[in-house]
């Protein structure tokens, strides 16, 4: 398959980096790395996003393959959402990219605070 050309406006491949680039699919990830959570669970844990957009964020990573949402027919039902294999295929660059963001988060805010 061809992958394209990612500078091109009309390569597909842009949707990809649109989804990873993603602050909360990024944390949605990070977080399901250990195994599968429930909603509730993984908003708390990720800590500042809203229902509604946790919501949409797990759609469309669904919809992209990167998670499964399993509901148990239970009283009241239970759903847990998880990593595919894709979506775990996805977690080291993932979490290199988060290692990188603590390591040099003080030199970036010291930038800013200058460039004010």
Not at 19 to 25: A, E, F, N, V
Not at 36 to 43: A, D, E, G, S
């Amino acid at each position: 398959m061809d992958t394209g050309d990612v500078f091109d406006p009309n390569c597909p491949t842009r949707v990809v980096l649109d989804r990873i680039g993603d602050k909360w699919s990024a944390l949605v990830l990070l977080c399901l790395a250990g195994g599968p959570m429930r909603f509730t669970r993984l908003r708390e844990r990720i800590g500042g996003v809203t229902p509604k957009v946790l919501t949409q964020t797990l759609r469309a990573m669904e919809q992209d393959g990167l998670v499964t949402r399993e509901v148990f027919a239970e009283v009241p039902p239970r759903v847990e959402y998880a990593l595919t294999d894709l979506g775990h295929s996805l977690h080291d660059p993932m979490a290199a990219v988060a290692a990188w963001a603590e390591q040099h988060v003080g030199e970036i805010l010291r930038s800013r605070e200058m460039y004010s």
